[in-house]
């Protein structure tokens, strides 16, 4: 039974170029959230995607968009990139509402911006 | 006031003792507390979850929440070298749809 997938695992890139990340969630799972876990802190809350829209939203900038796909998948994508968004970005899947909000998460994706 | 507040740490153990990991909260109607475990550079991996008032245990790992306090803690008994990561409390609310708010993670550290 897969985990939740992501990829790819690291990448570099410039001060204003636009990423894009990808996840696939765990099986059976409908439901994912991509949380930013800067160096020495706790993950943030990015936003959640269920039945292929964005739910809930945290207090990041329209900078930061996303999509869900009818297979659950997920892919998180960052305009305009800026050095402060180096970070681990982490996906996160679960089904809705009967986990509780236990979440799985992925490996994550290493981004570096210089 | 941050939402999930824990001490950064380092706490230090030495190995067969019980580590003590604290967190408060402040949003009163959270009704869902999560411990995670992330070792260096991976992800976090769900060790506990409570949801009612008292205690809840799992093997060497126990959570105890007070909800009129606003507190969930952490227990590790007979501490071992491997658990030796930083120990991150999340706290939820159906209230708040899926969202899970973290703090900034204690680290431990468990010395032979």
């Known amino acids: 039974d897969a985990g939740v997938t992501q990829s790819p695992t690291h990448l570099i890139k410039t001060r204003g170029q636009q990423v894009t990340l990808r996840c696939s969630p765990k099986?059976?799972?409908?439901?994912v959230s991509w949380y930013q876990q800067a160096l020495g802190q706790g993950p943030q809350f990015i936003f959640q995607y269920y039945e292929e829209e964005e739910r809930q939203r945290g207090n990041f900038p329209d900078r930061f968009s996303g999509h869900q796909f009818p297979n659950y998948s997920s892919e998180l994508n960052v305009n305009a990139l800026l050095l402060g968004d180096s970070a681990l970005y982490l996906c996160a899947s679960s089904l809705v509402p009967s986990q509780a909000l236990r979440y799985t998460f992925g490996s994550g994706t290493r981004l570096t911006v210089v | 006031q941050k939402e999930v507040e824990q001490n950064s740490g380092p706490l230090s153990v030495p190995e067969g003792a019980i580590a003590s990991l604290n967190c408060t909260y402040s949003d009163r109607v959270s009704q869902s507390f999560f411990w995670y475990r992330q070792y260096s550079g991976k992800s976090p991996e769900l060790i506990m979850s409570?949801?009612?008032?008292g205690d809840k245990e799992d093997g060497r790992f126990t959570a105890q929440l007070n909800k009129a306090s606003q507190y969930v803690s952490l227990l590790i008994r007979d501490s071992q070298p491997s658990d030796s990561a930083t120990y991150l409390c999340?706290?939820?609310?159906?209230?708040?749809?899926?969202?899970?708010?973290f703090g900034q993670g204690t680290e431990l550290s468990v010395k032979p």
């Open positions: 409570i949801y009612s008032n």
């Open positions: 999340a706290v939820g609310s159906y209230n708040q749809g899926g969202k899970l708010i």
């Open positions: 099986s059976g799972h409908d439901t």
